[in-house]
């Protein structure tokens, strides 16, 4: 696997890690850490100074959505892997 892949696992689910902190401090709820991952994707989606494939888009749309689905886990009080994540993140894309 590329050394940048790996990184990038690393960072998001470290940035899952955060999100949950910041949730367990309350200085935000899990419904406004959702919003801002929302504000985030639709500016990508939105964003007209660069034409994307569709695969490029759904890659630089993939940390987004791993993120949306671990917040979606710590409400319920569960976890899971980045493969899960990622499986997840495939099967509804």
Known sequence: MNTANLQLKGLIMAMASICDAIVE????TRGELDTALSKAKRAIEQD??????????????FPIRVL?????????????????????????S
Do not use: P
């Open 48 to 61: 007209d100074d660069h034409e994307l494939s569709g695969a490029n888009l759904a890659a630089i749309l």
């Open 68 to 92: 949306q689905l671990a917040g979606e886990a710590g409400s319920k009080g569960e976890g899971a892997t980045f493969s899960d994540y990622a499986k997840l993140v495939g099967r509804l």
């Open 25 to 28: 401090k309350e200085l935000l």
